[in-house]
T-cell receptor
Framework: NAGVTQTPKFQVLKTGQSMTLQCAQDMNHNSMYWYRQDPGMGLRLIYYSASEGTTDKGEVPNGYNVSRLNKREFSLRLESAAPSQTSVYFC???????????FGPGTRLTVT | GDSVTQMEGPVTLSEEAFLTINCTYTATGYPSLFWYVQYPGEGLQLLLKATKADDKGSNKGFEATYRKETTSFHLEKGSVQVSDSAVYFCALSHTGGFKTIFGAGTRLFVKA
């Protein structure tokens, strides 16, 4: 039982490059989330998926897209990376109690 | 809208000292309240929760009581250890809601 896994752990991009962050959970959770964490800003919700087949914008969705590929997987795509997207990205999932979230280990992204 | 306010850190304590991290919230209705902990280089982990007024959540020696009258959920531990050094996040969510509101986090350093 791996919980929530994320790949890659680290990534360096140049401005304008694209990439996809992968997330998978093995807890049969319906809801999945993408957050970014920046110093002094706490956690900010980028997108979430309440259930398979649905996605919704969070607090800071600009510059990102998501795909809920199936119940297990939820990916985050940066189409044209910008230095302002330098951050640590966390994926999380939850069951019926949506405040009780399980987090992955994070992806540390640097955009130069 | 809903919000969570935590005491600013960092908090620095000696081993075996008493810990209090203050958390207050603003929300309509009766949200569930949570404390999460983040160790260096890791994702957040749920530490404890309380789902209704006067409930006490507890785990690993940490406790917090849901105080509706003061809209607070302060985290306490009687005797901290060096291994408790981490960032602590207070959070709230509403039953049926899809978003969890996190505080900014409070960093705790425990010296041997």
């Amino acid at each position: 039982n791996a919980g929530v896994t994320q790949t890659p752990k680290f990534q360096v991009l140049k401005t304008g490059q694209s990439m996809t962050l992968q997330c998978a959970q093995d807890m049969n959770h319906n809801s999945m989330y993408w957050y970014r964490q920046d110093p002094g800003m706490g956690l900010r919700l980028i997108y979430y998926s309440a259930s398979e087949g649905t996605t919704d914008k969070g607090e800071v969705p600009n510059g990102y897209n998501v795909s809920r590929l199936n119940k297990r997987e939820f990916s985050l795509r940066l189409e044209s990376a910008a230095p302002s997207q330098t951050s640590v990205y966390f994926c999380a999932s939850s069951g019926l109690e949506r405040g009780e979230q399980y987090f992955g280990p994070g992806t540390r992204l640097t955009v130069t | 809208g809903d919000s969570v306010t935590q005491m600013e850190g960092p908090v620095t304590l000696s081993e075996e000292a008493f810990l209090t991290i203050n958390c207050t919230y603003t929300a309509t209705g009766y949200p569930s309240l949570f404390w999460y902990v983040q160790y260096p280089g890791e994702g957040l982990q749920l530490l404890l929760k309380a789902t209704k007024a006067d409930d006490k959540g507890s785990n690993k020696g940490f406790e917090a009581t849901y105080r509706k009258e003061t809209t607070s959920f302060h985290l306490e531990k009687g005797s901290v250890q060096v291994s408790d050094s981490a960032v602590y996040f207070c959070a709230l969510s509403h039953t049926g809601g899809f978003k969890t509101i996190f505080g900014a986090g409070t960093r705790l350093f425990v010296k041997a």
